[in-house]
């Protein structure tokens, strides 16, 4: 495994960003019951944690996007990694909510923008695409072109990749689940058993573990 995926992987176990408990799977928004949860948003309290962040995205914004014009935060996770990665690169910042607002202007995206600026979007997680691809659809809708989307975290799920390939939308994350149970095993985190449940949830999490 890629080094700076272990390390990202290690800082957010550490910090309980992201927790594993086969034995009492987490019920998510979606009715799914899962072995594994994550909160991306606990890593904003922690500054060493934030700042490695932040510097691997503009590391990879910098080698792999050089002409990127601006960065979008999808709302709410990546608003603050999105403003701080802007800050970092000197580049605009503007972030897309899941819906238009129900008054006042009614924006979607917040902020300044032009038609064909080039965007890089930020996101903390990424589970079956399905909310992170609605920003890209929002941000080319307004008539931006979007060079690719960056995430701390991604379940790796079948569905999340056929997804991005359908919106032509470069995924690439700065860890990701494979990493991540890894990690947990080297360090006594987890069992063998829980290590095969943890396969066996990703393989279905939809049919995992119904009453």
């Not at 910098?62 to 603050?80: F, L, N, Q, R, S």
């Not at 701390?152 to 689940?177: H, Q, R």
């Amino acid at each position: 495994m890629k080094e700076n995926e272990k390390e990202i992987a290690q800082l957010l176990l550490q910090i309980n960003a992201i927790k594993l408990n086969p034995a009492k799977p987490y019920k998510w928004a979606s009715g799914w019951k899962s072995p594994i949860y994550c909160d991306n948003r606990k890593t904003l309290s922690y500054p060493h944690v934030r700042r490695k962040i932040y510097e691997a995205f503009a590391d990879i914004i910098t080698k792999k996007y050089p002409e990127a014009e601006g960065i979008a935060g999808v709302a709410t996770g990546a608003i603050a990694h999105g403003a701080l990665v802007a800050e970092k690169l000197k580049l605009p910042f503007i972030y897309i909510r899941s819906s238009s607002k129900g008054h006042g202007l009614e924006n979607q995206i917040e902020g300044e923008y032009v038609p064909q600026q080039r965007f890089v979007v930020i996101e903390d997680l990424v589970s079956t695409g399905g909310s992170s691809l609605k920003a890209v659809e929002a941000l080319r809708s307004a008539g931006c072109r979007v060079l690719g989307m960056i995430a701390i975290f991604t379940y790796g799920f079948p569905m999340a990749v056929d997804n991005f390939l359908k919106a032509g939308c470069e995924l690439e994350t700065l860890s990701n689940y494979e990493t991540l149970i890894g990690v947990a095993s080297e360090t006594g985190y987890i069992t063998n058993q829980d290590m095969d449940t943890l396969k066996i949830w990703r393989k279905a999490p939809d049919r995992w573990n119904k009453d």
